[in-house]
């Protein structure tokens, strides 16, 4: 069949919109139409060649909901009709990393995704008869896309898309970060530096769980008022301050409990580290940084009780967390429509870029 599609032709260059031929879904795969896309600032990353994995052709995108159109040989789970939201982790249910409750990083398809392809190894895309690679195992900047059955989270079809979109990567890493990774108790405090995309989830995942203090670190002042509507109480903008860790260490008497990089930048990753409590304060890093970017800090800050770890996809399995979020959005929990800033149609797909660029949007959303 034949799809509309925005393609990353070349790492640097804007996004072309072209009809792409797509073949149908093999054993064990789903053909889904894309209702709506977010743009993340991941995709960013990987159009401008800083992602080691980032691979050319490709269709970018992993943040996307949409409805099965078409199901292959030995699906079970799923058939036409369902809504779903794409997975760039999936959750296989089978494999080690499955089987073992300390992490959501299934691996049943990691290593084919990681190179643009599908797990028997070949794209289903193509343009002109050329190759054009899948992205993330997820591809949603595609009006139609081809995924495996167990990276397909099934949700209510009550569930409007072009909010939903954004449960398939910003809004579960953020709130899952808080919710799954830290596991921050109440009456914590915490310090979240980036307030964008990801980190006014992790504000409004710790608002949830009942933080005390909810310090937001960011160098655009506009992300103030933001950051309070989304639970922040403390609002610190890095260029105010020549010792930051200082001040910060200091506003929360003594360190956070908790803190979270949502930005990708090496420098604050050590910040982040640095302002939590000595003796049980956690640092997780979200952020993404450019390849052979890397983390620096004295080990006494780890040999004196502070932890580093990271997240990815805030923690969540897909498949079983994914529909609890939807249903925490269709609840009312958690606010997604004030975040969700601008909506374009495919063809302006490149202006999401620059909205982001110049700090001007949380979420870009794509709608079909
Ligand atoms: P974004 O561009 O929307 O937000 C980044 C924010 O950081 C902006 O508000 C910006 O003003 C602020 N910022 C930039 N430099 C700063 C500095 N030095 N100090 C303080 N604030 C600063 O991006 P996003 O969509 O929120 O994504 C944030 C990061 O998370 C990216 O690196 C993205 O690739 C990554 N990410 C990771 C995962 C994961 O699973 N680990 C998932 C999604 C996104
Ligand atoms: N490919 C990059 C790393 C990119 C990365 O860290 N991706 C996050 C998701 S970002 C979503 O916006 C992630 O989940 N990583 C875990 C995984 O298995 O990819 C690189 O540096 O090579
Ligand atoms: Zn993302
Ligand atoms: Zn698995």
Known sequence: MKTRAAVAFEAGKPLEIVELDLEGPQEGEVLVEIMATGVCHTDAFTLSGDDPEGAFPAVLGHEGAGIVREVGKGVTSLE???????LYTAECRQCEYCLNPKTNLCQKVRATQGKGVMPNGTSRFSYKGEKILHYMGTSTFSNFTVLPEISLAKVRKDAPFDKICYIGCGVTTGIGAVMFTA????NSTAVVFGLGGIGLNVLQGLRLIGARQIVGVDINPAREALGKQFGMTHFVNPRDHDDLVGHL???????ADYSF???GNVDVMR????????GWGESVIIGVAPA?????TRPFQLVTGRVWRGSAFGGARGRTDVPKIVDMYMDGRIDID??????????DINKAFDLMHEGKSIRSVVEF
């Open 80 to 86: 036409p009709g369902d809504h779903v939201i794409p």
């Open 183 to 186: 596991k921050v108790e109440p």
């Open 249 to 255: 260490v200091e506003l929360t008497g003594g360190g």
């Open 261 to 263: 990089e949502c930005i």
């Open 271 to 278: 910040d982040a580290l640095e302002c939590v409590h000595k």
């Open 292 to 296: 052979g970017a890397e983390i620096q």
């Open 338 to 347: 004030s975040l969700i800033t601008h909506k374009m149609p495919l063809e």
